[in-house]
Structure formats: structure tokens, C-alpha cells
């Protein structure tokens, strides 16, 4: 697909010193050199153009995938860098193919654009890229243009990662959170919580010690499956930040009905629920970076469920609730001890409850 | 308030300062353990024991005949249900 | 989970909810309707509205909301002296994280720590004092919160600092206690109260001796209650019960883990450490005598309001808030004219709507769904 | 162009408070009013689509500007904030809009991914959003997707903005970094290095005033005057980080060929003159934000040049120099004295000399 | 730009070039050549590499760039000494810009900054000073590097310090003077230099009297030469004329700056502030004798040596390294084995590569064009 | 070494502390003007003084005699070539 074919600079530069500075952000030999030796080399691919500030993709080979172009953005901040099921590489690959792939589009391309604080090891730095260059080839699209800025020490988190993708999307699928009808029922593909409680306690501030792991994963090709079994989805999105619940909250305001989930039916690891207790957290509130919520017409739920099913990343998917008629926008849950509560969108941020 | 949970304390970290460590569902972290020993009960004692855990203290052990009684007295009362519902639908029926 | 998933058992619930109306059919409503029962703690608020069990209870039986979340009885000047003692340079100001977004006349913590405050979350007053350990050259405040059942924690941690010669860490204090609250609200004129679900983690530590007056004097039946659903509509059904009966106990729903005598041990580190302060200030409540503890002078030098110079102001609460009203059962929340408008949790007005424990937060975040979905 | 017509959301979330803090990173309520509130109300525009995680763009629409897309990433990290001539916000999309630009394309859609410092004021996030919505509607591009993270008071310097950039490339048009010939005349649009020097002056550090101000310009509509005149301009590159020198020595790499330039030809202001003699900086390696380096073929120099004047932005073009057959990579100035010199890459940055 | 622009002046550069050439031919080529003459100075080097001068020159004239960069001179023990006083928590370190990619053992100043140490480039000692009256819970430090031409900019600012009180400043003291380094360069046997360029804005300080032992002793030629480029091309002429004739004198081609007596005010600050040191080490050159200055006993509050324990180590120049005899003139930079290769300006080996007005740097940045692109 | 450059000063700031401004190329900073004031030469009479500044310090006032005077002495080396020069030219013609 690539289109001006460029003689591919074989004579990448070598950094010569172990921890970045802010020379490494000054457009001179030494940023050449950081570019080259950690990034070009991880991503080597055949539209990645580092002597150009633009990668150049066949308009016709795009739309060979599809009628639509998705584009998506997304900075990345974790901390920590480094935790248990993922790291900040791995997430920003993801995160990104995630966004174009809950959409329906087909992820093709990324662009990654990093902010370096000065003083990070230069071995760290590779460890990421390593992790990026892994996940994206895991999820067949292809980093084709970047950036890095070196900030002075105090000025960033270690690294920032954007990364921006963009996707196709086949004729015929629709999927929006405008779309969800009464009726509809409401899937995830496993376990929540998962990331949202790693993260926490890989932090090390509550001093919690946890079993628990990040779910943090390439969700394409299950969505591929799932859309290859029922191209009629309604919504998808992953429940990112604000957890399910706040997923749930945006799909029922933009479609203008209230949906109603059982928590019998939604699946909590057993360490998230300890997590949860320990701190007075709701699970519906955690991140998660492996999951999804989807609505499907209440006839093609089986057919979905078994799609989910059959992938290794969808192996505990559950319809944990339906669409109804009910006021506009408003969620609830029945709760497992028989009553029935709302589940609003948090205002900020869950705190721990501990008084 | 006073957010409390039960746990289960799998190992005495420093017996002189009262820490030990508990497990909540597979979570541990360490607590101080002050409030639940006395001479009949020393920190070695308390490996295994059931504690109620507030912001980082085990405040009270647990009775399991109290909670046993407890659930008991539930248990009856669907049992006390289960009957009076066999005797309507026997009568019923 | 073991002693959790056994009190959260769906099939005893029901059983439990036709008792519970089997009771209230045995009720006289002439006398008492509704049957207004308050759970003094906010523990009890959040877990009646993260099971939605008011919907499951017989219309007839009204939960107010009392008192018992220490997050939201902060009044105003206190948050103030807070964001005072964070903004100092060379201190560290450790917390629970729900203290974070208690408005204060100014800011919260949580904005305080957005403007440069030295801000941290703890999960425990030890790791405080881990954190004072950690850096010498800071000065390590702990932001001591909460009822009985936290004082013990914080005398403990006070102790500690002490037997190390740990000299840069020492306490805010705004422990509180509830009978003298319980007591101000039981002598108001307008109380409408039939009976008390009482505090299940205070009990574990004070014992169940120190509510006998309310059984006694005022002739209101209590059961102290746990925190699990299944506690909470046990402990209705005994109150329940004492009403129908034309009885005003004190009952202990919560055996496993609260004894009448109350824990010995923490009741010692508490009166070593802490002495009663003449009153003390509740938001929504205003001033109530003997409510708060201060540290004793042997350990002045553990006490943040001793070592810091603070504002020290009573910030008096907006005139438009009805919390008072609310906390006596006179109003339900959504009766409040802020309710839900200027009064919101990102800019709560009064105290209820400051931590999710408060009734109005409570309220507005997971709904008293019967009545915000039009189910009656 | 937008494909899905979904009714706008026209009931914005409204922020409440003065101060950005964690609660606005959460997912939550505070979360969508910060963006509804700052970002959404200020790029409003039909492609928009808060409600998504992604934009969604007709490629047929897109086939109608040209056979390739161009796609590039950059972050924006500038320190201060707002500088004589220009603010990040702004910077954010000339930035972005003129990579997309040099390499022949019309620049379409932009994506914004920000990272916010807590404690920042939200009057000043809305002065940012504003420059960037009045900048991107006159360079005539859209913000179409976004994203927004907080992170802890230390965690950033007040804001980091990634913009990444997606434009077409009409058919013919080839410009790169390889394509230059011996012969062909190296062109700048104006004077160099203002950016650069009026950055490090409002920093303050050195306790230097002066009246530059930053070049920070879309050169977007330079660049179609300068191609509708020459369509068959090899190079084009905005001499951002790095200066003149580093594009100069990219160009003579990746071509294989030498360039002269001449120190006389060469546009530097008076002001940036004494800002580097007083610090011993070199205006070649200063960094420029509306400026760039153009090659073309010995006989189109006239009309390039004329095209380029022609314009606002081009009024004090010149001709600088030419490219030769000399020592591939080689970079060198006749100076104004009548020696010669090699301008180099950079290893690092430039530190003011003082001793 | 005033007394700037005019000596930049390129017609009056090829009158003078052609004027050199004249001269050149008067001289006797089988005594002298190369005629090698010396620039001490590192401001003359980096003039000549910016503006082209080496190749606008007869090919009988090598210039030998001296040994005036006081940053390239820095020796890895005193740059490690500087990392652990920057490393200390509560020290500001202060630096010129130049001076922070200055390898030590294990790092630069810019290494230590990235690593967490507060370093910040100041334009000024003054500005150190504003720091130090800013941060009154810091301790700030001025890295005081530099010749005769900076010392009294420090020493001023030392006496500020002190008619003010302000008790957290401090120099960390490595000036040097030239004086005794030419000498050390003359005495070397392999000496090859025909004449000199002498430092112009030392001479500004120090007037033209401490040059006359050149003269006199070891009969050499030295013009004391201005930094514009007609300055250096008019020096070397003046040179090369002493040289053709057979004298060897003082001369003061930059008397616009120059005065015979010097700066008295200036000396004076310095003579109150410093005294000699026995020795000072100069990376490339070794120790030598009363090269360098150190605060007077009566300053011992500023002095960061006293005031901070430093490793004071020292470490040799790597054995491969050939600085020595590059500044001698015995052999040029790109001569060096480790030119270019291990020795390089993101990883310098030697003095030379460090700074941009270093000889093997200036050769590495702007390059003998005439060498490097094969033009002779 | 010893980064140097002509600037004029354009006012006094603090006469005390010898503090003033010094504009170099329209770029303007604060400068200690120590070195260049003396009895005959108080503060107040340093502006309009061309100075050499270096590291935030004027170090010597440029003698605008001398600086004529080097100048003259090259523009005469140019006449003395062009009159060569000329010369030459005649004698060809
Ligand atoms: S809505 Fe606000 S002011 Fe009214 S009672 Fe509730 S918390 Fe108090
Ligand atoms: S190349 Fe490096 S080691 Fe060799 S003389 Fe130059 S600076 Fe010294
Ligand atoms: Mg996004
Ligand atoms: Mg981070
Ligand atoms: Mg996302
Ligand atoms: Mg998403
Ligand atoms: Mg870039
Ligand atoms: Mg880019
Ligand atoms: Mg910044
Ligand atoms: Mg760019
Ligand atoms: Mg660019
Ligand atoms: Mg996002």
C-alpha cells in the first residue's frame, strides 16, 4: 500500500548514552539517534517514513476495506508504566485499535506520538516500544508516523503516549450509541474491573497486594467474530475509564431509553470484589481495557453470545441486562438480593470509602 | 460510616508491633492487629483468625457461633416460610 | 466471601420481607404512620441504597437517614483548617480519600491538592505514619476522622509515633461521637422517629451499654444492626417487632461481631489518647456538647491544632439548606428546594450530599428508585 | 461529508467549578461537562461526534481532493503557555496542519488528545480550546475527534497537546526529502529564528526582553499558492525543533547531495541576532514555527519565488542557497565574510554560551 | 548592530586577506613553516571556525587552537564534584549553559539534571543570587568557571552576597588564569608555535602587562586580538608582520576594549575575593602550577567547597586521549586516533570535544572545510 | 571563552546596587554596571555608554576613538589596494 517507494534508511543511528535528556528532544543527532535506535527499529514496517513528518496511504487501497474512514485519538498516562497484565505500550496500541474496532471499522494504521520526561532509562524506553511494536503487529495494523518531545525532569510522568488510528469500516454496519431499542438486550465480554482494581494496586498507595490482572487487550478480532456472526449490532464501546456503568449511562442517554441490567448476571472476579471491599469501590465504576458492552437486537443475542463465546477473549461474555422503555437515559440494576437500584454516571472519580 | 470488612489472617509479620497480614477475596495487605490480642490470645494465636478490618486494624474477631446463630434464626424463618407455604399448597391442593 | 455472601442470601431476604410485613400488619398504624425508623449510620444508608432495599420494604416503613457519616458532619471552618495545614510547605496532609471533596468555605482538599497542596490518599493512619518514617524532613499530618469505631486506630497510630520517637507526624482531629447526637436529635420537638437501627462498627468497639438511655428515657427500641442486607432487614424486623410489641430495647442483631462490653483494648487506647472537648461543630446540626474528642495534653505534641497555627472560624451553613430538617425525618431529601439543583455532589451545598454515605448524595446517585422512577 | 446524520447533542454539559482537578479525568459527569463545556462548544463542527469514540469520514469524499491520504502526528509541549505571537493552542494545529501541508496535502481533519495538569484554571483551558477552533477554522480543517486526560498537580506542565492530522494529496504532486537534484535552489518564506527566540526570551530564565514574537503561522495557504504556481516543487518542510540547519541536513541525507547556502541571503531579524549574540546561540539551529524550507528545480526558482512573495506569509522570501554534486550529506555557508563553513547537524540542543 | 556589524565588514576582510599574503611572502619560509600561530582563547576558535577564516587564509598559516575554553579545560574530577553538590536534595546548582554537558566519571551536569538533581542554567551569577534571595529554604550554588574575564562578575556577586546577608548562596570556585598555562605551553619541548593571539577579554581584566614574559623570554609575538572576525584577521596580520621583521612584542590590535592598565575596579574585586591556588588540574594538560583561584578565607561562607563535602577526586584523562598535543600544536584534531570515533560531541572523550569552542568540537561541528570536504 | 558583546546602556535602575539596562540589538536585560562606574564616571552618566557586556556585567566601556581608529587603519589597507589596484589598471590601459 505504500506509494512513493523510498530506498528505507538502513543506517539507523545508535543512542550512545543510557538515560534520555533533554538533548534527546532537540531535533539534533541525538533525537535522530533516539528515533532510530528505539522507535523506527521496533516499528520497522514499509509505510513507516522517518525521513518525512507525514505517512502517505493509497486512497484506493483504503477504500478496498470499506465506504467509511474511522479516526480515533487517545493519550495514554498509566501509571504505573510497568503492571501486572500490560504496560503503557501495550495499552496504547489497544486502546486505539479498540476505539476504531468498537465502531466496525477494520484498524489499519496508527500514528504514536510520545513525551519523553528526561532521566527516563533508555532501556525502559525500548521496553515500551518493544511492547508496542508486539501488540500492533499481534493486531495486524502497521505505526506509520510519530513524534517524541523530551520535557525537563518534573514536567511529565516518565511518558505520555498518543497514539491516533485510523480504520475502515465495511458498507452496512451501523453502529452507534444512538441505536439501542427497547428490547435490545445488553452483552459484556467477561469479567469487569479487572484493570481498574490492577492498576490501583500496582500504585502501591493503599499498600494492597492483589492476584488480580489487567485485562488490557487487542479486542478486534473478537469484534470481528462478533460482527462476522451478527452484523446487525446496534452498539459497542469498550468500558474504559467510568467503567460499564458509565458506558451504559451514555448508550441509554443517546438512544433515549433506560436499560436495566442484573447483578446476578454481571460478572466480578472474586479479587475485585475483595478489592471493592476493602476500599468501598463499585465495580461497575472500574476500568476495565478488554471489555465491551454491547446491544444487540433481543432475536440475534444467542447467535452473539455464542460469537463471544467461542474466542478466547470473550470465553466469560454475558448478557447482563436489557433495553427497555422506561425514562429516557436512566439505568438501574436489579440488584442480587431482590431490590432495585440506579446506576447514575459518577460525578468525578470513585475515592476510596473507608470512614 | 466505619467501613468494615471481614478477612483472614494468614501470617504475623512482626509480632512486637501487632502486624500481621490479612486476606480480603485474595487482596492481602498488612494490619495492625493491636485491638484483637491479649495474654489469653497472642499475635502466634491469631493466624487463621477471622477479623473484622477497619482502616487498616482488625477491630474485633469474629464469632462464628454468634454468625451461625444468626443465620440460623434466618434459615428458620424461610423454613417457618417453606412450612406454612407446604401446609397452603397441601391445603390447596 | 465467607461472612459476606451468607448475609446477602436472596431467598432469606424474601423470607425476612414477608415477616417484616407480617409485623406491620400486627402494627397499630393509627399511632405510627409511616413507621419512621432512622439507621443513625451511614454505612447502614449506603448499603440500604446499594441493594435498593428500601423499594423491597412495605410502603408503610420510612428510613431517615441519620447522622452517622462523619464525612458529611464536617462542618465548613473545619475543612478550611485543613486546606490551611495542606498548604504549608513543608507539610504532607494524609487522608481518606472521602474527605477529599468535602467542600470547605474556599476549597476542598481535593482543589486544595489541585493548587499545589501536598495532598495524599491513605488507606490506614499507619501508613501516615509510614509516610512520616519516610520523610524526615517533612511534616506528616493525618486527617483524623470519624466515630468511635476509627478513634482507636488513630490513638494506636498516636502511640506508636510516640514509643518511635516519630516527632513529624501528628493528627487533625475531628472524631465525633454519635450518642450525643442521637441525644439532640431524640430532644427535638419535631422528631418523628419510632425507632433506631444502631451503629453496628461503633457498638464493636463502645459496646451496646451506651444506648441504653434511648430505650430507657426515650423509649425508643434500638437494634444494633451489621452492614451486610440481610443484617439491615433482620435489624427492621426486631424494630419492628419492639414496636409492635410496645417495647424499647436494646438489641444486638450484630453478635458475630459487636459484644456488650465492647472492645477493652481499643476503649483503653482511646481514653490514653483522647479526652472530650465541651462541644464540638456538626454541618447541619450546628453546635452539640461533648460530641468531640481532642487530644490530651501528654500528647500536644502529636496534635496538628497545637502545632499549626489554624484559621479556626465557624463558617455557619447556607441558610437555604435544609440538612437539619432532613437528618430530624421532618423532610426526605428531594423535599429539600436545592435538591438536585444547586445542591448536586460536584457542588454540594449542605452536608448530605457530600460523601455517597450522605443521604442526599446517596439519593441523587443511586436513587430511591421507587420514587425517582415513578414507581410510587 | 459526515455519513451518519445524528441529531447534535444540544444539551452541553456545563463545569462547575474554576479549577480543573482529577474528578475532570474520570469518566464521569465532571469529565463530559469539561469537555462538553470547553472543547465540544469550541470545535463545533457537523463531523464532531462526542457522542462516539471516533469520527467517522466518507472516503468518496475524501477520493474527491486527491489519490493519497496524508497522515502525521506531532505534541505540543511549549513552555509558556501563551507568548508574544502565538499560544499552544494555536501552535497545536499550524503545527499539525502545516506537516500535513509541506508534503503537498490538503489538510481536512484533525484529531486533539490533551493532557491537562490538575489546577489548571478552566478560563485558561477555554483561551486554548478558543485559539485552537479560530486557527483550525481558518486554516479551514476540522477537529473531529478527541480525547482528554487529567493527571495529578506534578504529573505535567500545565497541558501537553498531541493534534494529529489527516489530509489528500492531489494526483502528480510528489514532494520528499529524497528528491532534490544538483542544481535545484533551496527557498525560506522569511526571516528565521523567532520562534525560537521568543520562546526562550518569555520563558524568562535568562532574564532577556525583546521584542520578537513568534513566527507560529498556517502556512497552508502559502503552500497551495506556491504549488498552484510550481506544481513540481521537489521539498517542502516547515523548519520547526532543530531549525534550518536540521532540515537543510535532512534534504542533503536523504537526497545524496550537497547544499550551499549563503550566510548573506539568509533573512535573520535584528532582534534575533542580538538575542544570539548575546547568548551565543546560532539563528540557523533556532526553531521556527511559520517557516520553511523549499527546493525546487533551477528553472522554476523565479516563479516560486514571486508565488511565495506573492503572500502574507512569503513577503520576505528568499533564495538561500542551492543544491550541488558535492559530498553527499554535506551542508555548508558561505559566510557573510567571505569564509565557509559546515552547518552540521546538531548533536543535541543548543546551550547558550557564556563563557 | 554598533561595533559589531563594522567589523564584520567582507571588503575590508579581502583587503586584509590580501595585505596577510603580502606579508607572507616577506617571511622566510624555510624558519617557519607552517607558520604556527596559537589563539588562546576559545571565543577566538569559535569566531574562526563560524566564519570560515582557516580556508580565507594562505595554506603557509595553521592556526592552533589554544587552550582557552575554561569549559573544555574542566577536569572529570571537578565536573564529578559539581554532580554531587547539584545531587545534594536541598541544593539549587547553577551553571552557564556550556558547562552542563561537561562529561565526569559517571555524568554530566545535564545527566545529573535529567536524573532528578535541581540544575538551572543562569545567564548570570546575579541571577544565581536572585535565586538564592528567592529560595531562602535552598541552598544555591553558582558553578564559577571561567578566566579573568569572569572572575570579577563572581566576586562582585560574592560581595552583594555579603553586604546583603544572604547566607544561602555559595560559588563552587573553578576559575582560571591563562598566564600560567601559555607558559606551561611554551616550556613543552616539542613546542612548534610561531607567534600568538591573545585573549581579548582577559586583557579587558588583566590589561596587556602579564603578556610581556612572551615577548621578552621566550620571544614570541603576541596580539591581544578582538573576537569580530576583521579583529582576528587584523591580529594575524599584525603577527605575521612581528614575525617577518624579526620582533616579538606586545600589541593590543582590540584597544576599543583593551586598555594597557586593565580594569582597576575589576582587579580590585578579584584581589579582595580570591587568592591563588598552589595548582589546578586542566583536562588534556595536567596540573600546573598557580593556574587556578580560590575564595579568600574571609569568604569561606561562599565557598561550596567548604561548605558541602565533595568527593575531590582526581580522575585521569583517558590514556588514549591526545588533547595535550593537539593544544601544543603537535599534531591537529583530526589526527587524533579517537577523532570523530570514540571521541565524539555526544560522548566526549576530550577536553577538546566537550564545548563548542573546543578545537577538536568546532572542528567536529563546523569542520575545517578545507579538510573535511577534500578542498585541499 | 568569554562570550562578549557591545551594548548600549539605556537607563539607570538602580544606581546603588549599579544596576541598568543595556540594550544589545533591541534586546534588553538588567546589567551590573560595577565595573565601568567610578568617581569621574557615577552611574547617572552611564547612559548612552556603549559597554562590553559580559555574564550580566559591563566589563569596559568601548572607546569609540580607538574603534575609529582600527577601522581606519583597514579602510586604508582597501585604499592602499584600490590605489595599487588602480594604479595597475592605468598602467595596463
Ligand atoms: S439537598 Fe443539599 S441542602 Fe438540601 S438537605 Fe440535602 S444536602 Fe442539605
Ligand atoms: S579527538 Fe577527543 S581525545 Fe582526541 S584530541 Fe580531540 S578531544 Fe582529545
Ligand atoms: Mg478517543
Ligand atoms: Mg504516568
Ligand atoms: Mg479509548
Ligand atoms: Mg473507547
Ligand atoms: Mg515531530
Ligand atoms: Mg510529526
Ligand atoms: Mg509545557
Ligand atoms: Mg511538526
Ligand atoms: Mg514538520
Ligand atoms: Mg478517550
Redesign the interface.
Known amino acids: 500500500m505504500s506509494i512513493v517507494a523510498r530506498p528505507k534508511p538502513r543506517n539507523l543511528g545508535k543512542l550512545m548514552v543510557s538515560h534520555v535528556t533533554v538533548a534527546h528532544g532537540g531535533g539534533g543527532k541525538a533525537m535522530k539517534d533516539l528515533i532510530d535506535d528505539v522507535f523506527v527499529s521496533a516499528f520497522d514496517n514499509d509505510l513507516l517514513a522517518p525521513l518525512e513528518d507525514q505517512a502517505r496511504l493509497d486512497l484506493a487501497a483504503l477504500a478496498r476495506h470499506g465506504d467509511r474512514l474511522a479516526f480515533t485519538t487517545d493519550g495514554y498516562v498509566v501509571d504505573p508504566l510497568f503492571f501486572p497484565g500490560g504496560d503503557i505500550g501495550k495499552l496504547a496500541i489497544c486502546g486505539t485499535v479498540n476505539d476504531l474496532a468498537v465502531g466496525g471499522a477494520v484498524p489499519l494504521h496508527l500514528s504514536c506520538a510520545v513525551v519523553i520526561e528526561e532521566g527516563m532509562a533508555v532501556e525502559t524506553l525500548r521496553a515500551i516500544a518493544r511492547s508496542m511494536a508486539a501488540t500492533a503487529r499481534a493486531a495486524g495494523v502497521s505505526i506509520v508516523t510519530g513524534d517524541t518531545k523530551v520535557v525537563p525532569r518534573g514536567a511529565c510522568d516518565k511518558i505520555f503516549i498518543t497514539t491516533t488510528g485510523i480504520g475502515v469500516i465495511r458498507p452496512g454496519l451501523e453502529i452507534g450509541a444512538d441505536r439501542a431499542r427497547p428490547g435490545d438486550i445488553v452483552l459484556v465480554n467477561g469479567r469487569l474491573g479487572d484493570h481498574g482494581a490492577a492498576i490501583l494496586?500496582a500504585r502501591g498507595d493503599?499498600?494492597?497486594?492483589?492476584?488480580?490482572e489487567s485485562d488490557c487487550a487487542d479486542l478486534s478480532g473478537l469484534i470481528a467474530a462478533l460482527l462476522a456472526a451478527v452484523p446487525g449490532v446496534r452498539f459497542m464501546r469498550d468500558a474504559t475509564r467510568g467503567g460499564i456503568a458509565t458506558v451504559l449511562n451514555e448508550l441509554a442517554a443517546a438512544s433515549r431509553v433506560a436499560i436495566e441490567i442484573d447483578e446476578t448476571a454481571t460478572p466480578i472476579d472474586?479479587?475485585v470484589?475483595?478489592?471493592c471491599?476493602?476500599l468501598?469501590l463499585d465495580p461497575l465504576y472500574l476500568a476495565n481495557e478488554g471489555k465491551i458492552v454491547i446491544a444487540v437486537a433481543p432475536e440475534d443475542a444467542a447467535v452473539a453470545l455464542a460469537a463471544l463465546r467461542a474466542h478466547p477473549l470473550g470465553r466469560d461474555a454475558c448478557a447482563i441486562g436489557k433495553v427497555t422503555a422506561g425514562e429516557a437515559g436512566r439505568v438501574s440494576m436489579n440488584t442480587l438480593f431482590g431490590g432495585r437500584r440506579i446506576v447514575d454516571m459518577l460525578v468525578g472519580e470513585q475515592l476510596p470509602?473507608?470512614? | 460510616?466505619?467501613?468494615?470488612?471481614?478477612g483472614?489472617i494468614v501470617s504475623i509479620d512482626d509480632a512486637e508491633?501487632r502486624l500481621a497480614t490479612v486476606d480480603?477475596?485474595?487482596?492481602?495487605?498488612?494490619?495492625?492487629i493491636?485491638?484483637?490480642?491479649?495474654a489469653e490470645h497472642p499475635p502466634e494465636a491469631c493466624v487463621g483468625d477471622?477479623v473484622?478490618?477497619?482502616?487498616?486494624?482488625a477491630?474485633?474477631r469474629?464469632?462464628?457461633a454468634?454468625?451461625a446463630?444468626?443465620?440460623r434464626?434466618?434459615?428458620e424463618?424461610?423454613e417457618?416460610?417453606s412450612e406454612i407455604e407446604a401446609m397452603r399448597m397441601t391445603a390447596a391442593s | 466471601?465467607?461472612?459476606?455472601d451468607?448475609?446477602r442470601?436472596r431467598?432469606?431476604a424474601?423470607?425476612?420481607i414477608?415477616?417484616i410485613n407480617t409485623v406491620v400488619a400486627g402494627i397499630d398504624l393509627a399511632r405510627h404512620r409511616p413507621i419512621n425508623i432512622m439507621e443513625v449510620?451511614?454505612?447502614h444508608t449506603h448499603s440500604i441504597f446499594r441493594y435498593g432495599l428500601e423499594g423491597m420494604l412495605p410502603k408503610e416503613i420510612e428510613l431517615i437517614h441519620g447522622p452517622?457519616?462523619?464525612?458529611c458532619v464536617l462542618p465548613m471552618g473545619r475543612v478550611d483548617d485543613c486546606v490551611a495545614i495542606a498548604e504549608r510547605p513543608e507539610v504532607i496532609f494524609t487522608t481518606?480519600g472521602d474527605a477529599m471533596r468535602v467542600p470547605g468555605s474556599k476549597k476542598s482538599l481535593m482543589q486544595a491538592k489541585a493548587a499545589g497542596a501536598d495532598v495524599r490518599m491513605v488507606?490506614?493512619?499507619?501508613?501516615a505514619l509510614a509516610l512520616a518514617r519516610k520523610n524526615p524532613g517533612r511534616e506528616v499530618v493525618f486527617f483524623a476522622l470519624?466515630?468511635e469505631?476509627?478513634m482507636?486506630?488513630t490513638a494506636?497510630t498516636v502511640l506508636?509515633a510516640e514509643a518511635e520517637g516519630v516527632r513529624n507526624f501528628s493528627l487533625f482531629c475531628n472524631h465525633i461521637t454519635i450518642v450525643p447526637t442521637i441525644k439532640a436529635i431524640l430532644d427535638s420537638p419535631d422528631l418523628q422517629l419510632d425507632g433506631f437501627l444502631g451503629?453496628?462498627?461503633?457498638s464493636?468497639?463502645t459496646g451496646t451499654a451506651p444506648y441504653q438511655f434511648i430505650a430507657r428515657h426515650y423509649r425508643r427500641p434500638l437494634v444494633v444492626a451489621g452492614?451486610e442486607p440481610?443484617d439491615i432487614l433482620?435489624s427492621i424486623w426486631m424494630v419492628l417487632k419492639q414496636i409492635r410489641d410496645g417495647r424499647a430495647e436494646v438489641e444486638n442483631?450484630y453478635?458475630?461481631?459487636?459484644?456488650d462490653a465492647g472492645?477493652?483494648?481499643?476503649l483503653a487506647?482511646v481514653g490514653r489518647v483522647y479526652e472530650l472537648r465541651e462541644f464540638f461543630e456538626w454541618r447541619g446540626l450546628g453546635s452539640i456538647d461533648h460530641s468531640g474528642v481532642r487530644l490530651r495534653a501528654a500528647y500536644a505534641h502529636f496534635d496538628a491544632e497545637k502545632r499549626f497555627a489554624i484559621p479556626n472560624v465557624t463558617i455557619a451553613d447556607p441558610s437555604s439548606c435544609q440538612c437539619g430538617e432532613v437528618l430530624k425525618g421532618v423532610i426526605k431529601p428531594w423535599q429539600c428546594k436545592m435538591f438536585g439543583g444547586a445542591c448536586n455532589p460536584e457542588t454540594p451545598l449542605g452536608a448530605l450530599m457530600v460523601s455517597s454515605?450522605g443521604a442526599c448524595a446517596a439519593h441523587y446517585q443511586y436513587g430511591g428508585v421507587q420514587r425517582r422512577m415513578g414507581v410510587a
Chains 1, 4 share one sequence.
Open positions: 494496586c493503599m499498600a494492597l497486594q492483589s492476584p488480580v472474586e479479587g470484589r475483595g478489592f471491599e476493602i468501598g470509602r473507608i470512614c | 460510616m466505619c467501613l468494615g470488612i471481614p483472614r508491633n480480603v477475596g485474595g487482596v492481602r495487605r498488612q494490619i495492625n493491636a485491638c484483637i490480642v491479649d477471622w473484622l478490618v477497619h482502616v487498616g486494624f477491630m474485633s469474629i464469632d462464628e454468634q454468625a446463630e444468626t443465620l434464626i434466618l434459615a424463618l424461610g417457618a416460610e | 466471601m465467607k461472612y459476606v451468607e448475609f442470601d431467598e432469606k424474601e423470607a425476612l414477608r415477616e449510620c451511614g454505612g452517622g457519616c462523619p464525612v481518606f488507606y490506614s493512619p499507619m501508613d470519624g466515630f469505631t476509627t482507636p486506630s494506636l506508636q451503629p453496628g462498627h461503633v464493636m468497639v452492614f440481610l433482620q442483631q453478635a458475630r461481631i459487636v459484644s472492645n477493652a483494648a481499643a487506647a454515605e
